[in-house]
């Protein structure tokens, strides 16, 4: 295995690599086959990733990481995410405590294990008070089924009132050099409570890699046709972002995905990025990035960019997008 830097998850004292793995893409949308899903899995964790994502919601694929990792769950952190009805992003969401403890069970055994390392509510549910939430889990780490509890894409005052009931390991949500919201809120309410942060889509489903551009036509089955931001003129109005992190990989002898994973991992010392892949060559790539470091120098041009670059589109057509947050 590969020294890959550690680093701890908030105040939890739970230690993962410096980077995860974010398995959705492995079944869900375009669904790799099984065999190789598995040899991406198991080389991922020779190559030094302890930390793996997985959800109810993403089709088979707690069935993928459970056989694959089932060799080395003592050497591994395995998340999961319960609170849409029946596991369907498109049935709206179930966090009732019944529901937490039924799913809780279903994924223990799709996982081939027998307690879960980290336990995500995938969506804040407006049904269920998060603190009847926040109990329930707390519930199912006293019988030793859960060790962590996490929350995804919630609020400031959410995570506040849930960490009242349970203390939170981790909160995971969409956060790159294309989509900055956490910075405002979410970042400092985490540092202050000792939160970890676990972004996802860390290279802005892909517009950072500098492979999309304003003419990249995409596959009709492909779920950033429906984001605003990745519209014709978005792209085209967004390109100034690419060219900053294309031209800082080239004066770092980088990739642009490693620079953006770079930048992520130098904003705070409990964030820990989950770039998904179907890829080998894509997954050493991103690797590079969790052992690359930019200087002070690097930073601060990234930084002035920033804050002169305007972002265009927003991440989700307006209906899911007003429902997100809360």
Known sequence: MLNMKKRKLGN???????????????????????????????????????????????????????????????????????????????????????????????????????????????????NVPIEDVAGTVKDLIQEGKVKHFGLCEASAETIRKAHAVQPITAVQSEYSMFYREPEKEIIPTLEELGIGFVPFSPLGKGF???????????DKTDGR????????????????????????????NATPAQIALTWLLAQRPFIVPIP???????????????????????LIRIKVALATIKISGDRYPAQIQAKIGK
């Open 12 to 126: 939890s004292g739970l230690e993962v690599s410096a980077l995860g793995f974010g398995c959705m893409g492995l079944s869900f949308a375009k669904a790799s086959a099984k065999d190789e899903a598995i040899k991406l899995l198991r080389s991922s964790f020779a190559e030094g990733i302890t930390f793996f994502d997985t959800a109810q919601a993403y089709g088979d694929n707690e069935e993928l990481l459970g056989e694959a990792l089932a060799s080395l769950r003592k050497e591994v952190v395995i998340a999961t995410k319960f609170g849409f009805k029946e596991g369907k992003t498109m049935l709206g969401m179930d966090s009732r405590p019944e529901n937490i403890r039924t799913v809780a069970e279903a994924s223990l055994k799709r996982l081939k294990t027998d307690y879960i390392d980290l336990f995500y509510q995938h969506r804040v549910d407006p």
């Open 208 to 218: 950072l890699t500098g492979t999309i551009n304003v003419d990249t036509e995409f």
């Open 225 to 252: 046709n429906m984001s605003p931001r990745f519209s014709k003129e978005n792209r085209e109005a967004n390109q100034a972002l690419v060219d900053l992190i294309v031209s800082i990989a080239k004066d770092n």
């Open 276 to 298: 998904g892949t179907t890829k080998l060559h894509r997954l050493v790539e991103n690797i590079g990035g969790a052992s690359l470091s930019l200087t002070d120098d690097a």
